[in-house]
């Protein structure tokens, strides 16, 4: 049971914006910048990282939700977000993104944690500097989700083909700037 009182039961981040619109606006638009553009990453390595960061912080509703999105995008391997959570050095994803990832798991300990020679071995493997710096803003950002979402003690369900269905409408219908809480 959560820690207040929600209007209604609904999961995760989702009742928190529901209780409280006027800052599920500004929050809905980040994850919307942040995660609905091709720009330097892709949607799905966008929400990989989500996914991944969440995954570290142990926020069942985020890595679940933003995984579903991720595997959604990653249509040729239906086990990919499920290897890269247990061992994403050795997932079948580029050399470049396991860096990324590096990255991304050293910004969830704390932003001091991130190293030059992890920026450099990004970049000597392609990364941009667009594409750095968007993975340490998503990285902080679900820190935040993930805190925001467990600190409240929201529901979350169990049954992944919710997940998935709520996926497919983020990735095709909704994304996050227009998703309604209900």
């Known amino acids: 049971?959560?820690?207040i009182d929600l209007p209604e039961?609904?999961?995760?981040?989702?009742?928190?914006?529901a209780f409280r619109p006027f800052t599920?606006?500004?929050?809905?638009?980040?994850?919307?910048?942040?995660?609905?553009?091709?720009?330097?990453l892709s949607k799905g390595e966008r929400e990989l990282i989500a996914t991944f960061v969440s995954s570290l912080n142990d926020c069942f509703f985020c890595q679940n939700i933003h995984g579903a999105v991720a595997q959604y995008y990653a249509k040729e391997d239906e086990t990919l977000v499920e290897k890269v959570?247990?061992?994403?050095?050795?997932?079948?994803?580029?050399?470049?993104?396991?860096?990324?990832?590096?990255?991304?798991?050293?910004?969830?300990?704390g932003?001091?944690?991130?190293?030059?020679?992890?920026?450099?071995?990004?970049k000597n493997l392609g990364a941009t500097d667009i594409e750095i710096h968007d993975t340490v803003l998503i990285a902080a950002a679900f820190c935040m989700f993930n805190r925001y979402v467990d600190g409240l003690a929201t529901f979350a369900p169990t049954d992944p083909e919710m997940y998935k269905a709520r996926a497919k409408k983020i990735a095709e219908e909704t994304g996050y700037a227009l998703a309604k809480p209900q």
Request: proline fraction near 6%.
């Open 1 to 3: 049971m959560a820690h």
């Open 9 to 17: 039961p609904l999961p995760g981040i989702r009742g928190l914006m």
């Open 24 to 40: 599920a606006q500004p929050l809905n638009l980040l994850a919307e910048v942040l995660l609905r553009t091709d720009e330097g």
């Open 85 to 109: 959570k247990r061992d994403y050095e050795n997932a079948p994803i580029s050399e470049k993104m396991k860096a990324l990832l590096s990255i991304a798991a050293s910004v969830q300990k």
């Open 111 to 122: 932003g001091k944690f991130v190293t030059e020679s992890q920026v450099e071995k990004a």
